[in-house]
């Protein structure tokens, strides 16, 4: 079982607004900023947002972070097919000497 | 380019101990820049991170892996290494290495990934 809580999957139609949460503790995400990875089928995950809310270069502003309190959300607005893929939330939690928590991730399906 | 790849055996006897090495070419693991780091994914399951070294010599782990995990660096090679003690099959996993920035604190480069088994 994971430390961070994520939908186990999301769906949208193509051009539609889709939202993944990621449900945590004051000792990761109440403390600490949230990254988001995608994980494309077959191949390694992928940063995609990092300190909640900033995109890597190259990563399309259609995605999206926020955080509040304890929980994370990632947003993916105009859905295209090629978004299909698991979506993990990840954040550094202080407990036991500190180390790093991820969501169990979300299976993201484009209708 | 920054470029990591791991490699190592791909099938691992269990009791025994698992051995990995990631190579990174186009940047230098003496960086005080970046963590690097291990994260591996059981087959059908999520992410889960492993431990980290830094430059310095220092390393962190896992909680739940502490007591069997070895992480090291070899400047001279521009290599880190994973040694994974007493493995049982719920080891297995495809292991990735990855750069993790100091200042943003996200695992910005990954390895492609390898596949352990451990089977008899």
């Known amino acids: 079982q994971s430390v961070l809580t994520q939908p186990p999957s999301a769906s949208g139609t193509p051009g539609q607004r889709v939202t993944i949460s990621c449900s945590g503790s004051?000792?990761?995400?109440?403390?600490?900023?949230v990254n988001w990875y995608q994980q494309l089928p077959g191949t390694a995950p992928k940063l995609l947002i990092y300190?909640?809310?900033q995109r890597p270069s190259g990563v399309p502003d259609r995605f999206s972070g926020s955080k509040s309190g304890t929980s994370a959300s990632l947003a993916i607005s105009g859905l295209q097919s090629d978004d299909e893929a698991d979506y993990y939330c990840?954040?550094?939690?202080?407990?036991?000497?500190?180390?790093?928590?991820f969501g169990g991730g979300t299976k993201l399906t484009v209708l | 380019q920054l470029q990591l790849q791991e490699s190592g055996p791909g099938l691992v006897k269990p009791s025994e101990t698992l051995s990995l090495t990631c190579t990174v070419s186009g940047g230098s693991i003496s960086s005080s820049s970046y963590y690097w780091g291990w994260i591996r994914q059981p087959p059908g399951k999520g992410l889960e991170w492993i431990g980290s070294f830094y430059y310095s010599g220092s390393t962190y782990s896992n909680p739940s892996l502490r007591s069997r995990v070895t992480i090291s660096g070899d400047t001279s090679k521009n290599q880190f290494s994973l040694k994974l003690s007493s493995v049982t099959a719920a080891d297995t996993a495809v292991y990735y290495c990855?750069?993790?920035?100091?200042?943003?604190?996200?695992?910005?480069?990954w390895g492609q990934g390898t596949t352990v088994i451990v089977s008899s």
């Open positions: 004051s000792s990761n995400i109440g403390s600490n900023t």
């Open positions: 300190s909640n809310n």
């Open positions: 990855a750069r993790r920035t100091v200042t943003e604190g996200a695992f910005d480069i």
């Open positions: 990840a954040a550094w939690d202080d407990s036991l000497n500190g180390f790093w928590v």
